[in-house]
């Protein structure tokens, strides 16, 4: 059981962290970029997320980008050859599910190891068409990643659960 409220600046280092293992594992890149924005980029219209839960809070975790940036990210992950045509749009949609649910993983791994006690469980991965905003008493952070021509907005949403809130 956690016994207290995990900040939106804690959720935020564990997700670049994990964004990190999943870009040289993953995505077997070398090269690339992360950072803190303030918003999410206006060409943001499509992406994958993943929520997570503890008994104190939920949190959404999502891989906000444009569909070109999506199919490159497949395209890595997939590991296919320069010469091999992008995959269908529903096999895109899969591999950035799967980018967002590995990367939650690895979100999952890292607040638990430097948290006692903590039980996070993972929701089902989704992919979006359109733009994700967060709605009133919803904190949020923007990590950008850029690498080999994809930008990306990693977006960490974090809201602690309202009847628990004084635990934080």
Not at 3 to 20: D, F, K, N, P
Not at 71 to 96: H, Q
Not at 109 to 124: F, K, S, W
Not at 130 to 135: L, N
Request: with cysteine.
């Amino acid at each position: 059981m956690t016994s207290r409220v995990i900040s939106l600046e804690e959720w935020a280092v564990a997700t670049c962290g994990s964004m990190e293992d999943v870009a040289t594992g993953a995505l077997g890149l070398a090269d690339f970029k992360i950072s803190t924005v303030h918003q999410l980029s206006t060409d943001a219209d499509c992406g994958g997320y993943i929520p997570l839960l503890t008994d104190l809070e939920s949190v959404q975790i999502g891989l906000a980008t444009d569909l070109e940036s999506c199919r490159k990210l497949s395209r890595l992950l997939l590991v296919l050859d320069d010469d091999e045509p992008d995959p269908p749009l529903a096999e895109v949609r899969d591999a950035i599910g799967e980018i967002a649910n590995v990367m939650a993983g690895a979100i999952k791994t890292r607040i638990c190891n430097a948290r006692e006690g903590v039980d996070i469980q993972l929701g089902l991965p989704f992919f979006v068409h359109g733009r994700i905003a967060p709605v009133a008493g919803l904190a949020d952070a923007v990590l950008r990643f850029e690498a080999e021509g994809i930008t990306c907005d990693i977006h960490v949403m974090h809201r602690p659960h309202r009847d628990k809130r004084r635990a934080a």
